[in-house]
């Protein structure tokens, strides 16, 4: 789908296995920013090669003008096909140095941080030739700048971008969709993150890469909202252990989802460290006034 003059968004369904016999349906955008070469933001699941060949065909333009792959981080559904992309392309890949551990080497990301299927979601690990720091102004040529903004909390190596002139934000999964399912490393630094991203003017796009594309009006609103989930979420986590302060954090858990209304097959470990992320900040009452 083409989203603005230079970008493209392409949604990628996945399963994510959440029991041995339950899955989740999920879905993750990768966008395709087009100048003379073909900027490609995150990879989706293994196999998204094909997804991405085809559309940059259907397009008219041609796989080899893919000349780099950027992640905004190393989870899964971001770098899950980039093997297949890198060895069809020879693109080259950029990644924030705290993200490249994970991306560099996939057994290490899943025994530090476990998904059932990890192995059918990520074809194999991939090395990172270009680190990406904030404050980075890349230069895509044809009058195109892609801005770099380190926006950890969802993960230590979350990056954001701005593409100017379009001055449309790729998010990543740095800002949370209200009543999505919470998964994220910290939370002061996830909060200090979107504040950053708020900052930025006249932007006239986002791209969440678990949302729809929203044009216009809507953008800081939704900025908003996830900062005030944050908080929601922070309450009720301090409200159920000050009422079953003996619970052990997946009873606690079970209780906070169902607080939130989501489906109780959501709580995988994945969620429960979002959860105990929030009890290490459990002094804090007011997440949004530290
Ligand atoms: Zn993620």
């Given at each position: 789908m083409k989203v603005t003059e230079h970008i493209h968004a392409l949604k990628i369904p996945f399963s994510l296995q959440v029991g041995p016999e339950k899955t989740l349906s999920r879905f993750v955008y990768a966008y395709l920013i087009y100048g003379e070469k073909i900027y490609l933001i995150d990879s989706g699941v293994s196999g998204s090669h094909r997804a991405i060949f085809d559309y940059v065909e259907e397009t008219g333009r041609s796989p080899g003008d893919i000349d780099t792959l950027l992640f905004t981080h190393s989870h899964p559904d971001h770098i899950g096909g980039a093997l297949a992309i890198k060895k069809e392309t020879g693109c080259n890949t950029a990644a924030h140095k705290d993200a490249a551990a994970w991306i560099e080497d996939i057994d290490r990301q899943y025994r530090e941080r476990p998904i059932l299927n990890f192995y059918s979601l990520v074809e194999g690990s991939v090395a990172i030739e270009r680190e990406l720091r904030d404050g980075d102004s890349l230069d895509l040529g044809q009058g195109l700048t892609l801005k770099v903004f380190h926006t950890p909390g969802h993960s230590k190596g979350s990056v954001s971008f701005v593409l100017e002139p379009d001055m449309a934000l790729f998010s990543g999964d740095a800002i949370p969709m209200a009543g999505g399912v919470p998964i994220y490393d910290e939370v002061l630094p996830s909060i200090a993150s979107i504040r950053k991203l708020q900052k930025v003017k006249g932007l006239k796009v986002l791209m969440a890469s678990w949302d729809e594309p929203h044009l216009g009006d809507s953008i800081y609103p939704l900025m908003e909202e996830g900062l005030n989930y944050f908080q929601n979420i922070h309450s009720i986590v301090l409200k159920e252990s000050a009422d079953f302060p003996a619970s052990d954090v997946t009873t606690l858990g079970a209780r906070v989802l169902s607080s939130l209304g989501?489906?109780?097959?959501?709580?995988i470990p994945i969620v429960i460290r979002s959860l105990e992320a929030h009890l290490k900040v459990a002094g804090h009452t007011d997440l949004l006034q530290v």
């Open positions: 989501l489906p109780e097959t959501a709580l």
